[in-house]
Each structure stands twice: as C-alpha cells, then as structure tokens.
C-alpha cells in the first residue's frame, strides 16, 4: 500500500477498526476513509454499492460486524446471521465490482468445531459441529472465509481473511447483556469496588481456557498481513498463550483492586471447553504479539475506568 493510497475501514468506531486507524495513521497512511453506520448501512446493497462507486477505495480492511457475547449470539440468532452475511457479501462483492486492489476481512476464531484438537490450525475448519450457542455468527463469518476465496478462485481478487482469537482493548463493548467476557469482568469488578460489594459473580465453572489478544496488537498484524501476505487461506492472529475463566477473573480481581469474594454460577452456560490458536503460520510471516496480558488488563482498565 502506498502512503497516499485510499483505504477504507469498514466498522471504524469499532474496537478493532479504531485501532486499524490508528495504526495505518502512526504508520503515515493519510487517505482513510471511513462512514458510520448511520452515515452508510452496510446491510443496504443499493447504499454500499453508490458508496464504492463514488469512493472507489484502493483497499478495504472490513472490520464491521454485528458482534456480542454467549447471550447475545444466542438470543439474537437471526439477527447475528442476516446482518453479518449481508455486510460482507455487499462489502466484498463491491470491492470487487469497482476494482479494490486488496481486501482484508476479519473473522473470529468461533468458525472452528466446538470440539476441533488443540491449539487450532487453519485446516480444522470444517470438520466438526460448531459451538451451538454461536452457530449462526461463526456460519456468517465462515461464509466470509468461503466468499473471499471463491473471489479470489474465480476472478483473481486479492482478498485475504484474518482470524482473530479473543480481543480485548479501547472502544470495547462493556454492556453486560451482550459484551464478551473479559469486558463484562472489568466491569462486574469496577462496580462492584465502588459498590463495596462482598462478592463477584462470574457465568460458569471458570473452567474453560481462553486466549486473548490486545486490539492494538491485533490492529498491528492486520496492516502486516495486509502489507506482506497474498495468499490463499486465511491467518490465525493471537498469542497461542491461554488462561481459565477462573484465573482470568482473579487477574480482573487484582487489576481492579477488588476485595471481595469470587462466584462461580455453574447454572451458567460455559460455551467452547478451549479455543487456543495455532501461531505457526502467523509466526512464520514474521510477526508475534507484544502485549502480555497482565499489562494489557491494567492498560484497558487505566483507559476505560480510571482516566478522565
């Protein structure tokens, strides 16, 4: 990408797409263009089609997505699916039309088998049963996969797709019906220290691994791949380290500063047992990760709850 080339960020004001701006802007890039939701609705195929035609960007980074956690994903089951296929497909299919030069699209780890071996290699998708509570996004965004490489198969388009693991970072989601779990810690934590409540209460057994990546880090491999890859298939980014729910929450616990007990409500559904990501291919292209976990929390929650 050139420095003075047009890119477009779909999803923005997202966590992710902020801070793909963020890093093209630290990197000298000075022709981003971007639209809000209310400004262009991605599920409009009329709307988005006028925009590429009157844009004609060079290169697309679609981070847009309707996205939430356990309870949203399983409570908006239609929603998830229609809104995130008629995103993409509009978005893909018109970078096509007016001729982008590279496309990066974002999906998620949850496209991988509930039960898949571990860590996870790009070549697991698809042969399994997905996790059902979120059957219907990892259906979207495996679509999105499926779509780039059937762009790229049948009229050459240099789209490429990303999987991130679990994200974490500014301008996450802290609403506790439909944000993911370690924003929805934070803030359980936060309140509850300011409350001066005796005790925490945290969905599950604590049992299930997870691994998580800071979006600043995330945002960073997206530009390299977007800069050094050209391939076929899509890439894995995440840390391959992980941790249990349960030491998650004490981490949370000790950041915020909270003295209370911890809860674990094993009514609550756990989701996937463990998704960790396989690097090698991420690692192989020459990039790794910079921000440890720990110092990660402790910058989100500096930013989100404690600086004015």
């Known amino acids: 990408m050139e420095k003075n080339a047009k890119i477009y960020v779909a999803g923005h004001r997202g966590m992710v797409g902020s801070a793909i701006v963020k890093d093209l802007q630290a990197r000298g890039f000075n022709n981003i263009v971007t639209r809000t939701s209310t400004e262009l609705n991605l599920i ?39 809104e995130n296929l008629m995103i993409q497909s509009n978005v893909i299919h018109e970078s096509y039309n007016t001729g982008v030069k590279k496309l990066l699209f974002l999906g998620s780890t949850c496209i991988y088998p509930k ?4 860590p996870l290699r790009e070549d697991y998708l698809l042969t399994g049963l997905l996790e059902e ?67 925490v ?63 674990f409500d094993t009514t609550k559904p756990d989701g996937t047992p463990r998704k960790l990501t396989d690097t090698t291919k991420l690692n192989g292209l020459g990039w790794k990760h910079s921000i440890e976990l720990p110092d990660g929390i402790a910058k989100v929650y500096r930013e989100k709850f404690l600086e004015v």
């Open 201 to 263: 209460t945290v969905w599950g057994s604590g049992s299930p691994l997870r691994e998580f990546l800071h979006a600043t880090d995330m945002a960073n491999a997206c530009v390299y791949l977007m800069l050094h890859y050209n391939d076929r298939g899509f890439v894995n980014i995440g840390t391959g380290k992980e941790i249990s729910i349960k030491d998650l929450a004490y981490l949370v616990k000790d950041t915020v500063g909270f003295d209370g007990e911890v809860v």
């Open 44 to 82: 409009d195929q009329t709307a988005v089609a006028h925009f590429f035609d009157q844009e004609k960007p060079e290169y697309v980074f679609l981070a847009a997505a309707k996205v939430g956690g356990i309870v949203a994903n399983n409570t908006y089951r239609a929603d998830f699916l229609y």
């Open 133 to 199: 509570t979120n059957e219907p996004y990892a259906i979207a965004k495996i679509s999105g996969i499926k779509m780039c490489d059937a762009y790229r198969d049948q009229y050459g388009c240099n789209f490429i797709s990303v999987m991130p693991t679990n994200l974490y970072g500014l301008n996450d989601n802290y609403d506790l019906q439909n944000s993911h779990v370690l924003p929805a810690l934070l803030r359980k934590f936060h309140e509850a220290k300011q409350n001066g409540d005796k005790t």
């Open 115 to 118: 039960m898949a071996p571990q």
